[in-house]
Every structure is written in structure tokens, then in C-alpha cells.
């Protein structure tokens, strides 16, 4: 999967808990989940369960800790996928 | 320091489902969610247990200049209806909730004896509100306070140079908008 393929599913994925259309209009690897496209930290655990569920991985609690933006996300992802 | 944390519940209720798959075991300990599958309302515990870790989280942020996301870390201990402690990293917040049919407010404190103001706004009026609150304890004008914000930091507010908030934080979730101030 290419960075641009890989960029495309994650904003699928994140699309429905975005508050602010116009930050994920913008929406680019330095993207903040909370700051920037004002998800709701009640739903961040949404955005890593929906990560699973897409990519058939397993993020660990360590992983989790750090994903609050995109370049985090495809990260974790890319390093999960590569072990798989 | 202080950090707070509130919940909506209809949203709550409309815009996550704690019984998916998985949403239990990522943010609760294995001694939460045995309390919570046994609670006679397991959702609003749901909530409780969030906005206490939230509100925890808040002041560990604020003390360390950090984030992250570990909702699990956060060991909570309820004390009596409102009262409950969270511990994350061998240290101890104490936290006072409110609950209601509609909301769910933690505040959370590192000294069980801080008196903290709180007060519920709409959330589009939290930082006019807040200077407004300000100018009545402080009397400089609400015009003439600032707030300022480092990046990924709580707010603090001014007037001049002079820091009027010790500790300040604000929660806002659906309908529900609150701020609590720590004056210095």
C-alpha cells in the first residue's frame, strides 16, 4: 500500500468524528486528531478500533498512546503491516 | 493544578456505543469493567469512569507538558457517589463528579483540599465567560484580560503581565460547555 492509498482509507476511517470539515478539508500528515480536526477524545478509541478493523491489526496499548495525528496513525499502521 | 472533564450524555449515547467490540478492554481495567458489567447502568458508569480519567489525564498533561492517549493507565477508585480517586503512575488525583440524567462533570485536583471554581456555559461563551468571571474576582476589565495558550497547552489568562489563573481548564462536550478556574 502506498503513503497516498494508506492516507485515503485513514481519512475514511476518521471522517465520521471530524467537528471541523474545514481542517479535514486540509487534512495532511501533520494533522492533529484533537487539535486540528476537533475529534472528540471520548472518541479517539473509535478511530483505533475502525484502524483495526480496516487493517486487520492489532494496535497495543504503547502504539495507542501515541496516535493523536495522522503521521502517528500511518506509523503504527505501516509498522503493524509490515509484520504481518 | 486542576483539570475537568464533561460528558454529554445524549451524545454520548448517539455518538459511541461502549458495548462494540473492544471498547471496554482498550480504555478500562480488568477491575473497571467488571464493575461496570455488573452495574445496574452500565453506560452512565461507562461515563464516569471516562470523565474521571479524562479529568486526571487533564492535570498530568498540564504538569508535564505532555499527550498522549491511555485511558487504561488511569486506575479509577470510586470513593463514595461523587468522590473517587485516579491513580496513573504511582500518583493519586482526586476527583469529584457530578451526575445527572443529562451530563456527567469530573474535576479533577492533585490536593483533595483545593477549592476550585467551576461553572457551566454554553460552549460557545466559555472564554467570554471566563474573563467575565475574572474581571468580578480581579476587577481589571474582561476587555483588557487575555487569554494565552501555548501550543497543545490549557489556557492561562492576564491582565498585562499578570497571571490572574493559576490553573484553568475547560471542557466542552454536545450541549455542555464548563470551565474551572484556580486562582493564584
Given at each position: 500500500m502506498t503513503r497516498k492509498e494508506l492516507i485515503t482509507s485513514l481519512k475514511k476511517i476518521i471522517k465520521p468524528y471530524v467537528q471541523d470539515q474545514e481542517a479535514f478539508k486540509n487534512l495532511?500528515?501533520?494533522?492533529?486528531?484533537?487539535?486540528?480536526?476537533?475529534?472528540n477524545s471520548a472518541n479517539l478509541v473509535d478511530v483505533i478500533l475502525d484502524v483495526e478493523d480496516e487493517f486487520d491489526i492489532e494496535i497495543d496499548n504503547e502504539s495507542m498512546e501515541k496516535m493523536l495525528s495522522v503521521k502517528a496513525a500511518m506509523e503504527i499502521i505501516e509498522t503493524k503491516l509490515a509484520k504481518s | 493544578m486542576i483539570g475537568n472533564d464533561i460528558i454529554d450524555l445524549s451524545v454520548a449515547k448517539l455518538e459511541s456505543?461502549?458495548?462494540?467490540?473492544?471498547f471496554l478492554k482498550k480504555q478500562f481495567t480488568e477491575h473497571e469493567q467488571q464493575l461496570i458489567l455488573a452495574a445496574p447502568n452500565p453506560f452512565v458508569l461507562v461515563w464516569k469512569f471516562w470523565s474521571m480519567k479524562e479529568a486526571a489525564y487533564k492535570v498530568y498533561a498540564q504538569q508535564n507538558e505532555v499527550r498522549f492517549f491511555a485511558p487504561k493507565k488511569f486506575d479509577c477508585l470510586l470513593m463514595s457517589e461523587k468522590e473517587g480517586l485516579v491513580n496513573f503512575k504511582n500518583q493519586i488525583f482526586y476527583t469529584t463528579s457530578i451526575i445527572t440524567r443529562d451530563y456527567i462533570f469530573t474535576l479533577a485536583t492533585l490536593d483533595k483540599a483545593i477549592k476550585a471554581y467551576s461553572k457551566f456555559v454554553m460552549p460557545q461563551f466559555i472564554d467570554r465567560m471566563i474573563k467575565i468571571k475574572l474581571e468580578d474576582v480581579t476587577a481589571f476589565s474582561a476587555k483588557e484580560i487575555k487569554q494565552k495558550k501555548k501550543k497543545n497547552r490549557a489556557p492561562l489568562y492576564y491582565y498585562k503581565n499578570i497571571l490572574l489563573t493559576k490553573s484553568c481548564s475547560i471542557s466542552h462536550h454536545g450541549s455542555y460547555g464548563v470551565f474551572s478556574l484556580l486562582y493564584p
Open positions: 495532511s500528515e501533520e494533522t492533529d486528531f484533537i487539535n486540528d480536526l476537533k475529534i | 456505543n461502549w458495548q462494540r467490540r473492544g
